[in-house]
């Protein structure tokens, strides 16, 4: 089994920082690529930044281009999301993922979460 653990979220004014984290830990398995989904209240998930470990190349939703980066360690199975010039608008849960691949199938892995809100 595969557990992904974030941490960093809090409560943050419109214009600062905050450093989300995801470390993977459990079993030994292949991590293709990991990455960052929100979910604000009413609202559908959606894809917030993606790292492939494979090239390293990262993926961000146009709403945080810019503002957020994507980085992590391969090797200890960890991602972080810096998040910077933060608006109300990206109040919202933070979910870290992780891609394997098992018997030739795509297998995402979820973590719990962590709250973002960001309010004066």
């Known amino acids: 089994q595969v557990q992904l653990v974030e941490s960093g979220g809090g409560l943050v004014q419109p214009g600062g920082s905050l450093r989300l984290s995801c470390a993977a830990s459990?079993?030994?398995?292949?991590?293709?690529?990991m990455g960052w989904f929100r979910q604000a209240p009413g609202k559908e998930r959606e894809f917030v930044a993606d790292i492939s470990w494979s090239g390293g190349n990262t993926y961000y939703a146009d709403s945080v281009k810019g503002r957020f980066t994507i980085s992590g360690d391969n090797a200890n199975n960890t991602v972080y999301l810096q998040m910077n010039s933060l608006k109300p608008e990206d109040t919202a849960v933070f979910y870290c993922?992780?891609?394997?691949?098992?018997?030739?199938?795509?297998?995402?892995?979820w973590g719990q979460g962590t709250q973002v809100t960001v309010s004066s």
């Open positions: 993922h992780a891609d394997d691949r098992l018997r030739g199938e795509w297998v995402r892995y």
């Open positions: 459990g079993r030994t398995f292949s991590n293709y690529a």
